[in-house]
């Protein structure tokens, strides 16, 4: 019995990802949210899924590009099976002046205040 729960576990764990779908949060902003399990391919998988369904959104807006705004990514820990992403972007045409060359940078890990005087 114990070895079919394991079995139905991993099983579980391994073949589940998921999106919200693109979620309109303002006139030309978006949001989405998705989650892939470690079998799946974990956080490069959920940011794939998250990067095509915002181009899909995108490209069904005459062909505009997708505009980064934020990003956050969550890997899977042993309580929590799914790597998760959340993408906030908008869709822009090429030749709006909003739409340049994107600096990513993630957020940092650790900040450290130095309080000497």
Same mark, same amino acid.
Do not use: H
């Given at each position: 019995?114990?070895?079919?729960?394991?079995?139905?576990?991993?099983?579980?764990?391994?073949?589940?990802?998921?999106?919200?779908?693109?979620?309109?949060?303002?006139?030309?902003?978006?949001?989405?949210?998705?989650?892939?399990?470690?079998?799946?391919?974990?956080?490069?998988?959920?940011?794939?899924?998250?990067?095509?369904?915002?181009?899909?959104?995108?490209?069904?807006?005459? $062909?505009?590009?997708?505009?980064?705004?934020?990003?956050?990514?969550?890997?899977?820990?042993?309580?929590? $099976?799914?790597?998760?992403?959340?993408?906030?972007?908008?869709?822009?045409?090429?030749?709006?002046?909003?739409? +340049?060359?994107? +600096?990513? +940078?993630?957020?940092?890990?650790?900040?450290?205040?130095?309080? +000497?005087?």
């Amino acid at each position: 019995m114990k070895l079919v729960i394991t079995i139905l576990a991993a099983l579980f764990q391994t073949a589940c990802s998921s999106s919200s779908g693109v979620v309109k949060i303002g006139p030309d902003t978006f949001t989405i949210s998705t989650s892939a399990s470690p079998g799946k391919g974990g956080v490069p998988a959920a940011k794939r899924i998250a990067y095509q369904e915002a181009g899909e959104e995108c490209a069904r807006r005459n $062909g505009m590009e997708v505009f980064t705004l934020s990003e956050k990514t969550s890997s899977p820990s042993w309580t929590e $099976g799914m790597a998760n992403m959340e993408l906030n972007f908008r869709c822009l045409r090429p030749n709006d002046p909003e739409f +340049q060359r994107q +600096q990513m +940078q993630g957020s940092p890990d650790k900040i450290i205040e130095n309080r +000497q005087r």
